[in-house]
């Protein structure tokens, strides 16, 4: 883990002048105190790599500074400036926690060897941290992929094939159906473990500030850039980086990931130079990414860049065999995690459960389970559990000579929505338009066979319109 921001206290002006102005050459973020005082005060109110102190300092000595700073942030490394080169000195500063002490006067070339100690100690400490959390996440990953299924036997069969390698991976499924898990399972199982997963959202964040998030920025490159700021690549290095929701990321912005996949190597934003970076790139999209292609809303190149192994992860009303054991799983894992007493379905909860559609995938069924153990009393869950669940489904598989064609859209839009906390701006206009629009020219096309001219006129639209229509939404047309 490199160092970043470093906090310089002296009472010697000189001293201090002379330490950002060689430690800020360097690429370091540094802050100044005059006395030990005003840098506790700045140890609680900001996040330091190292601290460098003189000893002799009015008001509060260095020593005592030590003392403190590491109650209020334990993993702060201190190193300690003394013009003493007593062993009285010394000993006191090891023995209450200082990481070094540099004797002054010294030529600056001690404290950047000083410096390159500290970073390759906190190298090594991050290191064990994050393969004893990513023994720990690899555990509850693979604990939490739940399913046996013949789509999801495929599935652990190709993590098992790609996970020893550095290929590309593409992870495809509609919203819901655990695409982050199987990134975290890749990363997991291949040679990458003990190294950063860094996941991100470019669905999420804005678009003009998914670049800094992804590339990192100098200082002063925009309005509000007061230090140099890592990005997600650069954390991830000699990791993997989990890119989700790909579809939704800027055609400008797919261009600088196509270069980082094809050079090894990014530009922060405000920065000349080109860094190299070793990551592995996961992508997922709950998106028809060929359709995008096609509407050149995203990137042809990039898109067999990404697609190297393709994953496809099946809705979950497809694979209904796996919802009695997921159903299993969540009431224990919520029951653990609430600490209430362990509850069962009843035979007709499952069979509602079992039946339903399920279209929020495997997060609405844990969303489901995890409110009825929270709202029911009792140890067996009903279908009254559930929520007017069964009435939905009652309504959505009622025979269609029972309902009206709006009546039926109605229902399947509320049952799509259910386990949604609320609607905000987004394309739903578009996607339930383009959802009523396929079959319906479909159906058309197919009562005429094919001919255009006729389907045009029965759903009485200009021919272009429909030939347009039919090339944007990428229907199929049947060869004689």
């Not at 404290?111 to 190298?123: G, H, M, P, T």
Request: charged residues 30%; aromatic residues 6%; hydrophobic residues 40%.
């Amino acid at each position: 883990m490199a160092l970043h921001r470093i906090l310089v206290a002296d009472d010697e002006e000189s001293m201090r002048w002379v330490l950002s102005k060689a430690l800020r050459k360097k690429g370091y973020s540094v802050d100044l105190a005059a006395d030990g005082n005003e840098a506790l005060r700045q140890v609680r109110e900001q996040s330091y790599d190292l601290a460098i102190v003189d000893i002799k300092m009015p008001g509060m000595s260095g020593l005592d500074f030590l003392d403190k700073a590491r109650e209020v942030r334990s993993d702060l490394l201190v190193v300690v400036m003394t013009a003493e080169a007593s062993m009285k000195n010394a000993v006191e500063a090891m023995k209450r926690g200082a990481y070094d002490y540099i004797t002054k006067p010294f030529d600056l070339e001690v404290v950047d060897a000083i410096i390159e100690k500290v970073s390759r100690a906190r190298d090594v400490s991050s290191q064990v941290s994050l393969l004893k959390q990513e023994l720990k996440d690899r555990y509850q990953v693979e604990k939490n992929i739940v399913g046996n299924s013949p789509a999801m036997r495929e599935v652990y069969k190709t993590i098992g094939k790609v996970a020893v390698s550095d290929v590309t991976v593409l992870i495809q499924g509609e919203s819901g159906t655990g695409k982050e898990l199987i990134a975290r399972a890749i990363h997991f199982n291949s040679s990458r473990l003990g190294k950063p997963f860094v996941a991100i959202n470019c669905a999420a964040i804005p678009k003009d500030l998914l670049e800094s998030e992804l590339f990192g920025s100098e200082r002063g490159a925009f309005t509000g850039a007061t230090e140099r700021k890592t990005g997600k690549f650069e954390q991830a290095n000699h990791g993997t980086i989990f890119l989700d929701e790909i579809g939704d990321m800027p055609l400008d912005l797919q261009a600088k990931i196509l270069r980082v996949l094809q050079e090894q190597e990014i530009t922060r934003i405000g920065g000349s130079q080109n860094l190299q970076v070793d990551v592995r790139v996961v992508a997922a999209t709950n998106q028809e990414l060929l359709e995008k292609v096609r509407n050149r809303e995203f990137r042809e190149d990039l898109f067999y860049r990404l697609n190297v192994v393709p994953i496809h992860l099946v809705p979950l009303r497809e694979r209904r065999e796996d919802i009695r054991p997921l159903v299993d799983y969540f009431l224990a894992r919520a029951s653990a995690e609430l600490e209430t007493q362990p509850k069962q379905c009843s035979d007709e909860a499952m069979e509602l459960l079992c039946n339903h559609s399920w279209p929020g995938n495997v997060r609405e069924l844990e969303n489901t389970i995890k409110r009825a153990v929270i709202l029911s009393n009792d140890p067996l869950l009903t279908p009254s559990d559930f929520g007017g669940l069964f009435d939905r489904q009652q309504t959505i598989h009622a025979a269609p000579e029972e309902q009206s064609l709006e009546a039926i859209v109605e229902a399947k839009l509320r049952s799509s929505m259910n386990g949604i906390e609320k609607l905000d701006k987004g394309d739903i206009y578009d996607r339930v338009l383009e959802q009523v629009e396929r079959p319906l020219i479909r159906f058309t096309l197919e009562k005429t066979r094919g001919n255009q001219v006729r389907a045009a006129d029965i759903l009485g639209i200009n021919r272009n319109t429909l030939r347009k229509k039919i090339n944007d939404l990428g229907i199929q047309l049947k060869k004689d």
